[in-house]
């Protein structure tokens, strides 16, 4: 497919709960919205592809690969191998992973390659909030990080939030054990430090300064930037607490006749809410700070979460999301500078 | 009092939201169940106290102090300050403050002091988890952690759920970001093989290896250790999120009439599930690695919740945490080493 037709996105098929098949119907709804795909998966399961989508037959599948480094490097026919491949040599924009982070990592790493000037990937999750949506990244690319790590997710995550999110300034924000400049890790103060120095005036974001952990669902900021390891923990206990606390309603909803009268009235109102939790609607964690931007959708997404998926990804070429990271990052002087002009710099005496 | 009669508490009542009388209120219903307490207050507001209850008129508070420690070194007259020189000077065998976290801590660390042996405090919460209690430790005390205090925090918190929650052989997690034994921070890794290596075969608590953030509402492990910094925010995440939930619920039934009569006839089965997650039924968060227990009851409680930290402290004294804490570590070889005898064992050629 030629790239004046618009961008091209690479969809690994295998991996989802539900099957390629699945996949392949989210792409065909993709489609009909005018986006081009290419898909990597078994054809046979793929069925017969609709105009904007073509099946590459890769059947092999590393999704459920216990060590996801050892297996890209191993399995270059892997379907997610191939669909990297795909995107680092130009014939597709983006990246959607439909199941394995790990894998989808490792490849994205291996293949599609750091973008020039970032130090460290990251994961980032818009998260399914009610009216406050935010982005949280790092959700676990990395368990450990250091403030210029930290400092080009702010970058990362802001313009996500713009290019892809909607979000014309977004305010940024890092996780933090209190809302004050002085309290935190000693990561946290010397970022928040970078940041607070770095940026004013600046219009790409609004650094917001600390916040914390009740902050995930407050709305006090677009963007919660941190570490790899805490943002998974914030996100796993998010989860678990949410699914947790529903469940123990539907339990109480269970008994007593009069109280599963209660739950059924009260079911239709729940439904909204249901929607804007509901994890499909983001199209899963972006992975960014490579060459071209990854999405990881969820095993377990139906063709809607796929869709979303595919349509993310499409936006996020079409508005060059990775040219603004970089444009922004090199604007206020928070590339990764080589160890050649380190050292010219030393000997200049800075 | 003597100390024969059983331990005494001594209570800071500056800092609850419902004014020192309420704490008042709550050493009545403890002193009712044959506890013995001593308060710091105002006295005009704490009214006559009943048998078993002292007064000490103490009407300086420093619960909102911008900067506790400063408050504690600068204020000897503060009630939270007399309770813990009492404490300090054996005239009461456990500490419980009705208000600021910071200022207890500071207290206690100033005027009570660390138990020998121990590294740091820790601010440890029992998780009102309905059907699956779980304690968090540290929440907050230090925002940065080395290897060797999360493992004085294992035990710590063994010794807390042995002696004052009734959990004979508590499992033990470490909290991180995936299961996995080699999934974690550098922090997390080099204490899971402390742990795992140091450990087995230990009657005093079972170390059942990584937990992930979902793992604080699924029953995995009775204690799950992290740095405060983590700590606090998974703490403060599961605050957010379960009142996130259930308000938006609470919204939801709000939209219709049909929505309004199903939250009605909801409410009732809610109840049980409204007092499993009620916080006061904890008595407030574990002050430990102190010479004496401290308890940090919310400054939201009322004097249920005050009564049940007043207890739970008195059961802390007479099981003798602090005791058990000092026997498990040295036994373990886990106690910190003075300078001096690294020193000899460095001569020695250890």
Redesign the interface.
Known sequence: MALEDGPVVAVDCNGADLGPSEVAAGAALAAAQGARVVLFGPARELGTPPPGVQVVDAPVSIAKAPDPVRAVRSTPEASIVQAATAVAAGEAQALVCAGSTGSALAAGILNVKRASGIFRPALALPLP??SHPVTLLDV?AN??ARREHLVQFAFMGAALAQAVLGVARPRVAL????NEPD????L?LETHAELAERIPGSDFFEFVGNV???????GAADVIV?????G???????????Q???S??RS??A??P??Q??????????R??REEIDPERQGGAYLLGLRRLGIVAHGRFTRQGFAQAILRARLGATEDLVGRTHAALEQAGALKVSPASVARATVAGR
């Not at 996780?175 to 209190?178: A, E, F």
């Not at 309290?183 to 000693?186: C, D, L, Q, T, V």
């Not at 941190?226 to 805490?230: A, E, I, K, M, N």
């Not at 998974?232 to 949410?242: C, D, F, Q, R, T």
């Open positions: 909030v009610p676990g368990a450990d996780l933090s054990n209190g309290r935190g890790s000693a946290v914390e952990g009740v902050d995930l669902v407050s941190t570490d790899g390891f805490t998974n923990i914030a996100l796993k206990v998010m989860e678990g607490v949410s947790a606390t529903l123990a309603i109480a909803a008994t007593s009069v109280a009268a209660g739950g059924l009235l009260l079911r239709p109102a729940l909204g809410f």
